[in-house]
């Protein structure tokens, strides 16, 4: 009997254990390699290319060495005999915006600075609402008092939680701008609030510190968009807003009690932001491989090739980020069109899209999907490639990881197809932490995938998550895992090659934005 059992046993089909694997995908995913990788970034992330900023000239170099690889494989120009998808960027030329209080007027770059970028806009207010640190997300709806027509002012630091994430250049940042402020900015727009004040301990320092974002000029979609201004203070302005109470007695009364403090302040502030404008070109490559018998459906497979240029003589030239996202979706290009010369190619099309303006606002990404060239009601997916070459704080002596981000909130068929690729492949260990609505870092928010995934088309986003080299001048090449990159490029290509090549389209049937 227990030999008749082992041997219905053999008779199980193997595919309730583990997916049968397609020797034709194996074939081709062998295309996407380290060493091909390795060959492209040590080109893209070198100083020649002087850090890729968009509308600079490495950004250019950068979008003509890529359109000349995707020639190279055969891949022609998707219209007009152009890889590119050029688009229009308003850069803002770097400015302080007028202020005054009570009528004494303080001088930008002195007493206050804002970051180049502002809405162009005069407005002011006769209220100042003080919150102290902050109020936490958390207790956000039990709060009662009105925003609407005043400027909420707080302090900058971090007095609640010494484990508190920084989402901003390494420094401390108050709750109420990185669980509430920067997750839903539009919310506190949305509910009246004119602009927000943060006072800093030491102006004169934070303006040293961040003399290079000062002097940089911003690049915005559009011009005409108000936003809520965010102006750093000093505590002498502060001060002047408060009147009769100073802002290091309040500081050490909420050191004391550990209670959150709120004060309406009757005060007269004044704001006026007059820009200087310029129109600028840059662009999005795109490397389309036609499909067959599906070929109006599109699978994009997207990452950007832009970062954050120069600073005096430091050259910042994102190895990882978002390097290793490019020469991926170059390699994943180069195997898909091989597939194709040889005979095997998608059955849906395939649009292999590096774009820029990413470190500037998700503006590539933005432009595309609201001005497509393929319609987005045929497109299927995003798969989105942004920092792959490292591992984190978390994975340290383990890298055969990758965080996936997005991939169950529109469609739980892309989320299946995604886990069948890694366990029948793979095997990699799929971390979704930052998948987690709550969590802070709001990652999903903060890559060019979201831009599809707005419009109501299911993306999966690859990362590798931050490290200490992040978008700083020591994201280099040499500090870049490639095998670790060839691992997850193939699982992409694994994941994209069943997406594209499948009976029925994935469908929309979960919301969890």
Known sequence: MFLKKIALLF?????????????IALRYSRDVTAAGMSKNLHVLASDEYEGRETGKKGQKMAAEYIAAQFKSFEIPPYKENTYYQEYPVNMILPAPADLSVNGKKFTGNKD??????????????????????????????????????????????????????????????????????RAKSEKIRDKGAIALFIIVDDIEKEITINKHRLERPAMIKNVG??????????????????????????????????????????????????????????????????????????????????????????????????????????????????????????????????????????????????????????TVCDLNIDMIGRVDEKHTGNPDYIYLIGSDKLSSQLHNISETANKTYSNLA??????????????????????????????????????????????????IDFNKMEKISRLVFFTAWELANRNERITVDSNKK
Do not use: C
């Open 112 to 181: 206050f600075y804002n970051y180049p970028g502002l809405s162009e806009q005069v407005t002011g207010a006769d209220h100042v609402l003080f919150l102290g640190y902050g109020i936490e997300e958390k207790n956000y709806d039990d709060y009662k008092e009105d925003v609407k027509g005043k400027i909420v002012m707080i302090l900058a630091g971090e007095p609640y939680s010494k484990d508190s994430i920084s989402l901003i250049s390494g420094t401390k940042v108050p709750s109420l701008w990185s669980t509430y402020y």
């Open 430 to 479: 799929l971390d979704y932490t930052f998948n987690d609505e709550k969590d802070k870092n709001r990652f999903y928010y903060r890559s060019d995938h979201y831009n599809f995934a707005k419009n109501g088309i299911p993306v999966i986003f690859y990362f590798n998550g931050v490290h200490a080299d992040y978008h700083k001048e020591t994201d280099e090449v040499e500090k």
């Open 225 to 378: 968009v108000k936003q809520m201004p965010v102006i750093y203070i000093s505590q002498e302005m502060g001060n002047q807003i408060l009147k009769k109470q100073t802002v290091q007695k309040i500081k050490e009364k909420i050191s004391t009690t550990g209670k959150p403090f709120v004060k309406n302040v009757k005060s007269d502030v004044k704001i006026n932001v007059v820009n200087k404008a310029q129109t600028i070109m840059t662009e999005n490559v795109l490397g389309y491989v036609e499909g067959s018998d599906l070929k109006d459906e599109l699978i994009v497979i997207t990452a950007h090739y832009d970062h954050l240029g120069i600073d005096g003589n430091v050259v910042f030239n994102g190895a990882d980020d978002d390097g290793s996202g490019t020469v991926a979706v170059m390699e994943l290009a180069k195997a898909f069109s091989k597939a194709k010369k040889e005979g095997h190619g998608p059955r849906r099309s395939m649009l292999f899209m590096t774009v820029s303006g990413e470190e500037k606002g998700l503006l590539g990404s933005a432009y595309y999907t609201e001005h497509p060239e393929f319609p987005l009601k045929n």
């Open 11 to 23: 008779l199980i089909p193997s595919t309730l254990f583990a997916q049968q694997k397609d020797s």
